[in-house]
């Protein structure tokens, strides 16, 4: 390979493609300049002749091909055995002060047998912000076998944790990435030393891209690690990082003299392979052009190609080229650099003033959980772990409202969806999916012969609901718990304005729903037949059928479930269940599989989708035929992204037992949150709900709140967002299990010193009102 002094017509034909893509200024995070006076003659044939390529020279170099007008860059000198590594040192701090840009920065090439005291005060004095370390200078003789620790040793790590400092790592072995010895040690190291920050070159040393595919699962939750772009020449490489990591964590690196090369690396098999001119046989006549372009354009092309069909914003990509690395070097750069991202409360306050009551879901308003410090929105979200704006990551334990099982971004819902959107989510003729999932239902529910499909759990309850009232030709309904925010429901509400306490809002006002409607809808309680024949007896005639959950948080009693069905059948009623949030989640497929009772209708949502929108209504022949006689119709219920979310669900919760296995961990969580509150008896802690959502509770009277608002402020100091329902995820696995136990002891015991100081209103301050959610079933 040779550094090429000029570009080609080819190169600067390719070059133009890059003209819409590179922003105006951009950071580049892995460039080496070069002097030849440091290395032995011939130490590095592929720069020439060449005179020194200094922090000016990169620019230049690099300005031939890209657009950008302003390049940033961190600097540090290139490895070599024969390299006078202290000249190189002073020569990259002088080049970045003298000729670098105002965010410019250096890198000191440090090796183990470096003095650890001179390395420290070069860093504690700020002419180097990090360290390059290599291989090469571990003191194995087959340094491409080095284990993490050979070359960048527990000391430095310790200097970086001390200075906030950063480790720009060439990982090797030969499965980089997928190599369990390097996990190991960056996980160790990273989790030990936290106030360091890793850039791993190269996309994690992916020139064989299948590293990067299968290997960033196991470092996703390690928040001090990004990756850099530089010399990676296959696309699959970045989409795998895009697609692991998040578009937040991979900066673009140029990895200069490199990129000015002619060549490109190809993975083959479980290796790679550099291809660039040279290795090309002399007597190879090629049918085509054999033009290789410089691997700083093939890199950049790749790049935009992921880009692209990662369907990365240009919010995203301005983040791979500039955002990332200044938030990654933000403690060494002038405050007034980063633009400040707004915190969850600015946005949400923003957020009221452009979106009629903030958002969509009531459960999700800041108000709900701590106006004064709730992160409000995310960047990211994957397994159990979720990212706000800032980049803090919590592990979510409040499971998105109950819609999340497997959990968020799950790779195999995600996987079918994508299929699904690059075949086509909607046309004119239906999606085959839909009859697919149908005879999956159906087979799943043995009483059942029919399903419909909606978008959401409250309009998929409301299409029950109207089946049910065409099919008995009567209107009224006796219902528990929660089903949503249509007018069948909030008609339970008109006229006394209490009837739904205990089941949704109390006191609410049911504002715009027809007061005609008064006196279709009435509640009863669960557990309590009583009042379930007074509903029934209060619809009289006029009863159509009876909506309940088959449980929520305790199981029925004394036959509950069983009971109203009976009744319900023997008033002429459709028996409809809402298992909205008891699918899959209670009983496979739903709570009502547990409790063996057979409905008339049931209704899933939430779950069944993973997070993708879906509702699926189930329900006997001879009712769902009452559909046909009723106008029940809407275009977007043809979509195809929930039911082919819905079957990638079906088919991963059957496979991996995820019920069994949730339930199981509920349990032992549920046993932990009893001796947790015996261990805190202060905090009056009531345990309860189902084993797949423990339920956990201060029981203090109009202290209530004020000590799970603490509770909760203190969980989410320390990396958890919870609730008063534990949702448990597939993805909360045993150790996220135990890292949540042990955080909410330690912060149980600061709750309980504040309310045995008695000073719980002065130090959660005041609460927002608002209304909660208040389920009686
Ligand atoms: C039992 C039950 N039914 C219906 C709904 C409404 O579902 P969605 O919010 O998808 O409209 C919910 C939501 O919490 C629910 O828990």
């Not at 493609?17 to 460039?31: A, G, Q, S």
């Not at 009693?557 to 298992?579: L, N, T, W």
Request: aromatic letters at 8%.
């Amino acid at each position: 390979m040779q550094y090429a002094d000029l570009l080609s017509p080819s190169d600067q034909e390719l070059a133009k493609k890059l003209n819409d893509f590179v922003p105006e200024e951009i950071y580049d995070i892995h460039t080496h300049p070069y002097h030849s006076d440091h290395f032995a003659p011939g130490a590095w044939k592929l720069m020439g002749g060449k005179g020194p390529t200094g922090c000016a020279e990169h620019r230049a170099a690099l300005q031939r091909y890209m657009p950008a007008k302003t390049i940033h860059g961190l600097y540090f000198g290139m490895p070599h055995k024969t390299a006078d590594r202290p000249a190189i040192n002073t020569w990259v701090a002088d080049q970045v002060k003298e000729h670098g840009t105002p965010l410019s920065r250096g890198l000191m090439l440090v090796t183990p047998s470096d003095d650890r005291e001179a390395v420290a005060s070069a860093l504690r004095s700020g002419l180097f912000f990090g360290i390059k370390v290599y291989h090469c200078y571990s003191g194995r003789e087959d340094t491409m076998n080095a284990t993490v620790e050979e070359y960048a040793p527990d000391w430095m790590w310790e200097i970086l944790h001390e200075v906030s400092g950063i480790m720009l790592l060439h990982i090797v072995r030969d499965d980089a990435m997928e190599d369990v010895t390097n996990q190991q040690s960056i996980r160790r190291l990273c989790q030990t030393y936290l106030q360091a920050r890793l850039i791993l070159a190269h996309i994690g040393r992916s020139f064989n891209y299948r590293n990067a595919r299968n290997g960033f699962h196991n470092i996703v939750d390690l928040d001090n690690v990004v990756v850099d772009t530089s010399a990676i020449c296959e696309s699959e490489a970045f989409a795998a990082a895009f697609k692991i990591l998040g578009p937040r964590r991979v900066l673009w690196g140029s990895d200069f003299a490199v990129s000015e090369m002619r060549g490109r690396c190809v993975s083959t098999g479980k290796s790679f392979f550099w291809l660039y001119p040279e290795v090309i046989h002399p007597d190879y006549v090629a049918p085509t052009s054999t033009d290789f372009t410089l691997i700083g354009i093939e890199s950049l092309l790749c790049l935009q190609e992921a880009c692209e069909d990662a369907g990365l914003t240009s919010g995203d990509i301005d983040d791979v080229f500039q955002g990332n690395a200044l938030r990654t070097l933000a403690l060494h750069l002038p405050k007034e650099t980063t633009a400040p991202t707004p915190t969850g409360p600015e946005l949400w306050s923003r957020a009221q003033s452009v979106i009629s009551c903030g958002t969509g879901l009531l459960s999700k308003r800041a108000e709900s959980f701590d106006a004064k410090g709730w992160p409000s929105y995310f960047s990211r979200a994957s397994g159990c772990d979720v990212w706000d704006l800032n980049n803090n990551r919590y592990v979510d334990f409040a499971g998105g409202c109950g819609a999340i099982l497997l959990g968020y971004a799950d790779p195999d819902v995600n996987a079918a969806v994508r299929r699904r959107v690059s075949v086509g989510t909607y046309s004119t003729l239906l999606n085959p999916q839909e009859i697919e999932l149908a005879e999956q239902l159906i087979d799943l529910h043995p009483w059942a012969n029919k399903v419909r499909y909606a978008r959401g759990g409250g309009d998929a309850m409301t299409v029950a609901v109207r089946i049910a009232r065409a099919a008995t030709g009567k209107s009224g309904i006796a219902f528990c718990g929660y089903h949503g925010w249509h007018d069948w429901y909030l008609a339970a509400n008109l006229g006394g304005g209490d009837a739904l306490d205990g089941h949704l809002l109390p006191g609410l006002e049911p504002q715009g729903v027809p007061r005609e409607l008064k006196g279709t809808s009435v509640p009863f309680h669960y557990n309590n037949l009583e009042s379930l024949d007074a509903a029934i007896a209060q619809l009289g005639d006029n009863f159509a059928a009876i909506v309940m959950e088959p449980m929520r948080s305790q199981l029925p009693q004394d036959d509950f479930v069983a009971k109203a069905a009976e009744r319900c059948r023997a008033a002429g009623g459709v028996f409809v269940v809402d298992e909205v949030t008891s699918g899959l989640r209670y009983g496979f497929p739903g709570g009502m599989s547990a409790l063996g009772i057979d409905p008339d209708i049931a209704v899933y949502a939430k779950a069944m989708s993973n997070g993708i929108p879906f509702g699926a209504i189930i329900g006997r022949d001879a009712i769902m035929q009452a559909a046909d006689s009723s106008f029940i119709s809407s275009s977007y219920w043809t979509d195809g992204i929930g039911p082919a979310a819905a079957l990638a669900v079906l088919e991963k919760t059957q496979d991996l037992s995820v019920y069994e296995t949730v339930v199981e961990r509920g349990t032992r969580l549920q046993a932990s949150l009893r001796e947790l509150a015996t261990r805190h008896p202060t905090c009056q802690l009531a345990i309860g709900g189902m084993p797949a959502t423990p339920s956990m509770s201060f029981d203090l009277g109009d202290q209530s709140r004020l000590a799970q608002t603490l509770y909760m402020r203190k969980m989410q100091a320390r990396g958890f967002l919870v609730t008063g329902y534990h949702y448990l995820m597939l993805a909360h696995d045993d150790a996220k299990i135990a890292s949540l136990l042990s955080a909410a002891d330690e912060s149980m015991s600061e709750v309980a010193k504040v309310i045995d100081a008695g000073t719980l209103a002065e130090t959660t301050g005041p609460l927002v009102q608002h209304i909660g959610f208040a389920r009686l079933t």
